[in-house]
């Protein structure tokens, strides 16, 4: 019974922040706004789903001395939420490209920047990678 709850809370969580993500954009365009309230959604799927979130003692970043790449071994889909609530700074995710289609989900990752990645394509999963070293170049973490 506790996994349908997490399940469904999960899903009106993901519907609603994405949804305020879109409509919020235009305040917005480069996405900072629908950062935000990815990391408030990551910390309330988080809360509910009953992970506690530890962070380990590292150096503080500093966003003017980014930006920064991020790289995890994404074990489970905790990582991704992890990385939304424990960063101290906005970060667009290199997402499969799956994701795109998820109506709302999806759109509102490619509002907000996140580069999209073929894994089946050689080349085009290479096109994705280069995409996310200009968001880095431009001044954006990823």
Sequence with gaps: MRAVFNYAATILLTLFWATLGILTMPLSPRGG???????????????????????????PLDPRKGPYLFMTNHSSHFDILSLFAALPLPVR??????????????????????????????????????????KIRSGRSV
């Design 33 to 59: 706004l629908y950062l935000l309230y990815a990391r408030i959604w990551s910390r309330m799927v988080l809360a509910v789903s009953g992970v506690r979130l530890v962070r380990a003692s590292v150096a």
């Design 93 to 134: 995710m290199v997402a499969k490209k799956e994701l795109r289609a998820i109506p709302i989900f999806g759109w509102s990752m490619w509002m907000a920047g996140f580069v999209f990645i073929d894994r089946g394509d050689r080349e085009r999963a290479a096109e994705s990678i280069r995409a996310a070293g200009e």
